[in-house]
């Protein structure tokens, strides 16, 4: 059939072929056929939330890569605007640049090595996030600068697979008396190629996803085109923002004055000032109690003097030989259990110097740990701050 007698027949249709046909051809044709094919193909976009057809989609892309000229793109951008600006529609959150990730490595990074619990990691994962979100946005608006050429504005691979694809379908679907029948005979083609099992194949009004899930993976995609990922900056404007403005409350936000540490057994309470003297010496009485010796040889020293006591008076009242030899093994067990208790009360006596020696620098530690925290914390929010007055700047020059 003529292409006028198509126009004819189906214009709508006719001229998303045209479109189609001249972008996958050369972008000169696409940008010769104007922003009227655009304007009244796609007036605008539907709000975040609702489906588009892949017709749809494929008319988004060629305008906003700016196939159709800056007139289309301009036009379709603003009239989408206006439309959510009428209906207060506020653009969707930006989920994948607003979760934290791992932090940077470096000073900010170090764990503590007193092994207190801080509620700074997260303010750490937030301000890098924030900076990573600036540094995306930097990128991105630096785009606009880039050069127009036909080249510039082509399509890239993946798109223009699927613009290939949905050219494909639009031929394949036919006119509307002829769309039934040939839906119908994919339906048996479907199931001949599947052995049998129903099959769902590809259409030319498929929804293919919601405007802003679309809009989001336009503006994270890496190697999207530039010009789209532009265009979809400036509709996410909103939820780019929430995103960074979310990210400077969580770097930015109040720090606890104060950690702890539990050193043996002991919560020990620490401050930027010091640590709490009673709980430190707490946890060096329970240290003393664990160091000192278990006493069963002060108790046979004690035992065998008595008995060696004992034995020695009635050995000088009687004067019986067996008696003055027990005494003789009563003092020699006295002797020896004295020399093992004096032994294990120096040994212990060291131990505990040494244990109390590590606690104060466990205590020493705790502080300087803290104290390090407390000031990353703040320079976390003054970079935080920094990178979100940026973005705004960037967002909205």
Known sequence: MHFDEAASVDPPRARTFAALVGALTRAEHARALGGGVSADLLPRLPDP?????????????????????????EHLLLSTLRGWSVEEVRSSLVVEWSVTGPATQGRGARASRSGGSTNATPRREAASALTRLHERITRITALGGEDSTADALSPDQASSDFLRDSLRLLVEEGSPEEAPLLAEANRLRAVIENSGREGVLPAWGDEVGTVGSLLQRDLTREDAPPHRRTFSLVLLRSGVLEAAEGLANQAGGALSEETEVRLHGVAVRVTSSGA???QVEEARRRLRQRTVPDGGHRRLLWGAAATTGALLLLSLLSGNGLLWALTAVGAAVAGYAFLVSRREAEEAETVLRHQSRTLDRQVDTAVDDWRRTRAEAEEHAVTARRDLEAIRSLLDP
């Open 49 to 73: 939330d609702s489906e588009v057809t892949r017709g749809q989609r494929a008319l988004w892309i060629l305008t906003a890569d700016g196939s159709f000229g800056d007139d289309a793109r």
């Open 276 to 278: 709490d003297r009673q």
